[in-house]
Structure formats: C-alpha cells, structure tokens
C-alpha cells in the first residue's frame, strides 16, 4: 500500500543532542517536504525537495538540516536540539497537484 | 503577498450541515484542497477541486468554488461527532508553492 512513514512518532530528549527525524515513503514522489507544526497550528515549511540530491530550504527559517540521497528517504537532522525546536514534525510527498500525502508526524519535546 | 484565510471555529449540531469558508488571495491558484486534521495525527488529504471547475461533489462532501470572489466551501452533510477535527484550506500555485490556512476547528454536538 503507497504511504509515507515517520519514525520516531514521539521523542523526549535534552538539550544539545543530535537527533534525526526519519521520513520514508512508498509512492515514488520525486517532492517531499518538511513542515513544522504547534500542535493544532499553522504549517510552516521548512524543507522541501525536487528529487534526488536537490534540497531547499522553505519560508520558515530552522537550523535543521535534511539530505535526499534516495527518491524515499528524506530524513531531517538537528545537530543540536535546543527547547525552542519542540515542535511537531510532519513530513509530505506529492506528484504535480496531486495533493499531499502526509505522514503522521513526529512530536518533539526538548527538555 | 500569497495567503489563505479561514475562520477559525465552527460549532454545529449532529445531524446538521457543516460549511466551512476558505479565501485565498493569489488568482493563479490552479488546484485548491481540504485537508483534515485529527489531534495527534498528520493532514489527511479530503478533496480537492481545479481552478476551472465551480463545484464538486464526493459522498458527504461538497466544495463550491467562486472564483471571483477567491472563495472556496466545503460543506459536510449529516455531520457526524467523527468528523470533529481541524479543517485546513490549502491553495496550490505551481511547484512546491502550496499555501495553507491557519485550519478551521469544528466542533459537532451530540
């Protein structure tokens, strides 16, 4: 079945850890994206990509980092986690205009 | 500047209609969509309607399209307490350009 998978769906962890977010998805979209999400809130994008190897920073400024090495796979990694990041994370695919297909996302707490 | 506006709340009985209001500012929007929220979860992709169509209907669900006036409906008849969720309005202008609202929270009685 085509979906998009996000792991971890919860993480707790303190502050200046290195931590990555894993976005994985099935449909063979060459776009995905990042958004950052207050809990019931507005998206606000921070990462999107074209395809393989193309990463671009979105309208919401983050000191998160993503790579695209395989059409699946576009993880995000913080290098230092800091509270202001506690955030939920969703992660999306499209094709043309399609629409989104989102991931269930990963809720962050930095302690 | 691009933007999406969407009232924030809406409160409606069981059994009633739900109509949720969208306006969007940028006349190049070539797809419009309704995603839903439940709490917890990601945006669920509802339905969506193309630029040049006024209306479409899918099941319980049916979105109006005013074009001029940049307005866009979703009507959900027969609410029911599952469909008590955030409503997100999102207006899509051409490669990873797509514009969303804040959501709207619906609310439905029993």
């Known amino acids: 079945e085509a979906d998009i998978y996000q792991t971890p769906r919860y993480l707790v962890i303190g502050t200046g850890k290195k931590i990555t977010l894993e976005c994985s998805q099935t449909m063979g979209h060459d776009k995905m994206y990042w958004y950052q999400q207050d809990p019931g809130m507005e998206l606000h994008l921070i990462h999107y990509?074209?395809?393989?190897?193309?990463?671009e920073k979105g309208d919401l400024s983050s000191e998160s980092t993503v790579s695209r090495i395989r059409t699946e796979h576009f993880p995000l990694t913080l290098e230092s986690a800091r509270p202001s990041h506690t955030s939920q994370y969703l992660c999306a695919s499209s094709e043309a205009g399609d629409g989104y297909t989102f991931g269930s996302g990963t809720r962050l707490t930095v302690v | 500047g691009e933007d999406v506006e969407q009232s924030l709340f809406l409160s409606v009985r069981e059994g009633d209609s739900s109509v949720i209001n969208c306006t969007y500012t940028?006349?190049?929007?070539?797809?419009l969509y309704w995603y839903k929220q439940e709490p917890g979860a990601g945006l669920q992709l509802l339905t969506y309607i193309f630029s040049n169509m006024d209306m479409k209907q899918d099941q319980r669900l049916t979105v109006l399209l005013n074009k001029k006036d940049k307005h866009l409906s979703l009507r959900i008849a027969d609410t029911q307490t599952g469909d008590s969720a955030i409503y997100f309005c999102a207006s899509y202008l051409g490669g990873f350009k797509t514009i969303f609202g804040a959501g709207t929270r619906l609310f439905v009685k029993a």
């Open positions: 990509s074209y395809g393989v190897n193309s990463t």
């Open positions: 940028d006349s190049s929007s070539t797809y």
